[in-house]
């Protein structure tokens, strides 16, 4: 069955980067999108961009613009999404999300990466 | 930036209650709507997708229409399982984003 695999949790400094993988299996890595999308506690979900694993391109929304960099292995069927300059509002949970189209819904979740950013 | 706008932000019912919320899109997002449930420490779950296509495994009980830019996601007869944030989703266009959620508890 269809299992997207995230890293486990994460704490860092101010400042710092982080990097989250998503391992998929149970479907064909490179027809799939992947979206990347966080919660602060106590907030909503919020969208952060999409991969095309196949040829790598990706679409960020515009407040992580030159902070985030999301990528994919296809030797490994991994997704990374990497943040950068991290401050404590960047302190969520992390999901990946596979999509079939680049406009469909997100029809599988990762379990979520918990990244902590605390001095 | 397409806004996604529900209501009501939280409501409490009852097990067998009747509910319903609502979502309306900024501008035209035709049928790309999709709603979610998601209970804390979990993944979210697709429920609805197309405003109204029910998701394979999601109970019938779901169910979701359309109205020009105003979406409604209905739950027939709330079960025990059901109390959770919701939140509609449009995917017509990039930037992707989320209503701000609805909380579903216990009356």
């Known amino acids: 069955q269809v299992d997207l695999l995230q890293s486990g949790a994460e704490v860092r400094k101010p400042g710092a980067s982080v990097k989250v993988s998503c391992q998929t299996s149970g479907h064909t890595f490179t027809k799939y999108y992947i979206h990347w999308v966080r919660q602060a506690p106590g907030q909503g979900l919020e969208w952060m961009g999409i991969i095309n694993p196949n040829t790598g391109g990706a679409s960020y929304a515009q407040r992580f613009q030159g902070r985030v960099t999301m990528t994919s292995d296809t030797s490994t069927i991994t997704l990374y999404m990497e943040l950068s300059s991290l401050q404590s509002d960047d302190t969520a949970t992390y999901f990946c999300?596979?999509?079939?189209?680049?406009?469909?819904?997100?029809?599988?979740w990762g379990q979520g990466t918990l990244v902590t950013v605390s001095s | 930036d397409i806004q996604m706008t529900q209501s009501p932000s939280s409501l409490s019912a009852s097990v067998g209650d009747r509910v319903t919320i609502t979502c309306r899109a900024s501008?035209?997002?035709?049928?790309?709507l999709n709603w979610y449930q998601h209970k804390p420490g979990t993944a979210p779950k697709l429920l609805i997708y197309g405003a109204s296509s029910l998701q394979s495994g999601a109970p019938s009980r779901f169910s979701g229409i359309a109205s020009g830019t105003d979406f409604t996601l209905t739950i027939s007869s709330l079960q025990p399982e059901d109390f959770a944030i919701y939140y509609c989703?449009?995917?017509?266009?990039?930037?992707?984003?989320f209503g701000q959620g609805t909380t579903v508890d216990i009356k």
């Open positions: 989703q449009q995917s017509y266009s990039a930037p992707w984003t």
């Open positions: 501008q035209s997002i035709g049928r790309y």
């Open positions: 999300a596979r999509v079939s189209s680049w406009y469909g819904p997100m029809d599988f």
